[in-house]
């Protein structure tokens, strides 16, 4: 069984930058794909970016250069900085961690970006 938690985020101003924390727990080596998706209010969940086990990124086209992801394939881990935030970044963001042709969700941390 994976247990996955994200940490780090909460509210933000325009423009400022957060990083986003996530670990993998459990019987869990080797884990394959860790990424980040959100899901906007309103809206279905999407993929913000991943990152393989061989270290090769996926980025949603509004993330290209505004965030970025990696990981700490050590410590089954994956941050995502998140630069220059706008109140359209405001979304609940979720890890997930593959393992074993599975994939496991985190519960959520909410992101609140505003004036």
């Known amino acids: 069984q994976v247990q996955v938690v994200e940490s780090g985020g909460g509210p933000a101003l325009i423009g400022e930058s957060r990083r986003l924390s996530c670990r993998a727990f459990?019987?869990?080596?080797?884990?394959?794909?860790m990424g980040w998706f959100r899901q906007r209010s309103g809206e279905t969940r999407q993929l913000v970016a991943d990152?393989?086990?061989?270290?090769?990124?996926n980025y949603a086209l509004y993330a290209k250069g505004r965030f970025s992801i990696s990981r700490d394939a050590s410590a089954n881990a994956v941050y995502l900085e998140m630069n220059n935030l706008t109140p359209e970044d405001t979304a609940v963001y979720y890890c997930?961690?593959?393992?074993?042709?599975?994939?496991?969700w985190g519960p959520g941390t909410q992101v609140t970006v505003s004036l």
């Open positions: 997930t961690a593959d393992y074993q042709g599975r994939r496991y």
């Open positions: 459990g019987n869990t080596f080797p884990i394959g794909t």
């Open positions: 990152i393989g086990s061989d270290g090769l990124m």
